[in-house]
Each structure stands twice: as structure tokens, then as C-alpha cells.
């Protein structure tokens, strides 16, 4: 298996720009995660989707991030307008929620952003 | 709302010491438990977990943690730290009452391996 596969790797744009992070899911997995860390704040859930359904949002700091999951192999993180303060790095995870207890979350690398 | 403490936001020991990292929880139910190790420049990976059953769970690269109920603590152990040891460890609890089935993690605990 692949693993949980995110792109970019590293991203570097300027505060306004539109930057779109990309996350596919380990296959068969019905559970994807957005994650944020930073130095300061450390792992901070922003959203999550349970079957494609977005399920709990309260994360996502402020209406300039938005994510989809169009389907069960693919979800996006959009950031619009991209600010200095979004620095970090993003990670997306998956997890199979089929059997009680088995909700171990698998990660992927991460996207380091920047935004100067 | 569910909460994980980990005691110590960083630890250093030497190579072939005792590694001890504490986790608690803060449930009265006893939740779903997890250690993850993150390597600089990767995501999380899952280093064991406990769910129900034997309380001294084993993990890989020769870690285990065991279960306490009566401290609600689910500290992490390894007999020899190895210089590949160093990393940062999370521990992670999942409410079995949350439907959700979401992660709460710690705030994490740098390890660093002293030659």
C-alpha cells in the first residue's frame, strides 16, 4: 500500500494567493483528517470527513480555508487568501471506522507552506 | 471535553538508559489509547495502541506502554534508548462514547538520545 500520499511536498507562495493542498487516502479507508502544526500551537484537528461528508468543521480557523472530499480518493485543502500566519506544515490522514476501536489514524508527509 | 497531559515537553536520556514518557488522560471512561512517534520532516506514525484486553501493549522498534486505569495514565517505555529514538511522541486518546471516533492529542514530547 501507498500510504496516505499529500501535494505538495513543500509549497512557497505570497500572502493573496490561492494555495490548494491535495490528499489521497489510503484505499478502502472512510475517514480522512486535516491537520495543522505549528511550533506555537502544535497538532490542531481543522476538519474532518466521515464517507465524503464533511462531519465536524469547528477547526478550520476562518472562512479563507475551505476542504472538499469529491470522493472516496481525493480531498483538498484550499487556503484563499493565503496569509504568513497560515505557515506550517499540513497534514492529512485516513482511517478505516468499520470496527470498534479500529479508528488508528494513518498519516501522510505533510506539506510544508510557506507564505511570504 | 476529553484532554490528554503529557508530562514533559522534552526529554533527554542516554544511549542505553530507560525511556519513560507519561501520558494521562482525563476520562472517567476509559478511552481508546495511542502513541505516535513523529521522525523530523515525516508525518505521525503509529507506534502502538490500546483498545481492550492485555494492559501492557507492545509496539514496534521495542516500545510498549501499559494501561492503568486507577492513574488514567498510559506512559511510554523502552528499556535501551537507541540514537535513532530521537523524535517527538504523541500520545492520543479517541472517546469510545464519540461515535466521531476523532484523536485528541497530547501537546507532545521531544526525546532527544544523548551519546
Known amino acids: 500500500d501507498a500510504g496516505v500520499i499529500q501535494s505538495p511536498r513543500h509549497e512557497v507562495t505570497e500572502m493573496g494567493q490561492e494555495v490548494t493542498l491535495r490528499c489521497k487516502p489510503i484505499?478502502?479507508?472512510?475517514?480522512l483528517f486535516w491537520y495543522r502544526q505549528t511550533m506555537m500551537r502544535g497538532l490542531e484537528l481543522l476538519i474532518y470527513?466521515?464517507?465524503?461528508?464533511?462531519?465536524?468543521d469547528s477547526g478550520m480557523p476562518e472562512d479563507r480555508f475551505s476542504a472538499k472530499m469529491p470522493n472516496a480518493s481525493f480531498s483538498t485543502l484550499k487556503i484563499q487568501p493565503s496569509e504568513p500566519r497560515d505557515s506550517a506544515v499540513y497534514f492529512c490522514?485516513?482511517?478505516?471506522?468499520?470496527?470498534?476501536?479500529?479508528?488508528?489514524?494513518?498519516f501522510g508527509p505533510g506539506t510544508r507552506l510557506t507564505v511570504t | 471535553a476529553q484532554s490528554v497531559t503529557q508530562l514533559g515537553s522534552h526529554v533527554s536520556v542516554s544511549e542505553g538508559a530507560l525511556v519513560l514518557l507519561r501520558c494521562n488522560y482525563s476520562?472517567?471512561?476509559?478511552?481508546?489509547l495511542f502513541w505516535y512517534v513523529q521522525y523530523p520532516n515525516q508525518g505521525l506514525q503509529l507506534l502502538l495502541k490500546?483498545?481492550?484486553?492485555?494492559?501492557l501493549v507492545k509496539g514496534i522498534n521495542g516500545f510498549e506502554a501499559e494501561f492503568k486505569k486507577s492513574e488514567t495514565s498510559f506512559h511510554l517505555t523502552k528499556p535501551s534508548a537507541h540514537m535513532s529514538d530521537a523524535a517527538e511522541y504523541f500520545c492520543?486518546?479517541?472517546?469510545?462514547?464519540?461515535?466521531?471516533?476523532?484523536?485528541?492529542f497530547g501537546s507532545g514530547t521531544r526525546l532527544l538520545v544523548r551519546p
Open positions: 490500546y483498545t481492550t484486553g492485555a494492559t
Open positions: 476520562s472517567s471512561v476509559p478511552p481508546y
Open positions: 492520543a486518546v479517541s472517546d469510545r462514547e464519540d461515535s466521531s471516533y476523532k484523536l485528541i
Open positions: 484505499s478502502g479507508h472512510n475517514s
Open positions: 490522514a485516513s482511517s478505516s471506522q468499520r470496527l470498534a476501536g479500529n479508528n488508528e489514524q494513518y
Open positions: 470527513f466521515n464517507n465524503n461528508v464533511p462531519i465536524d
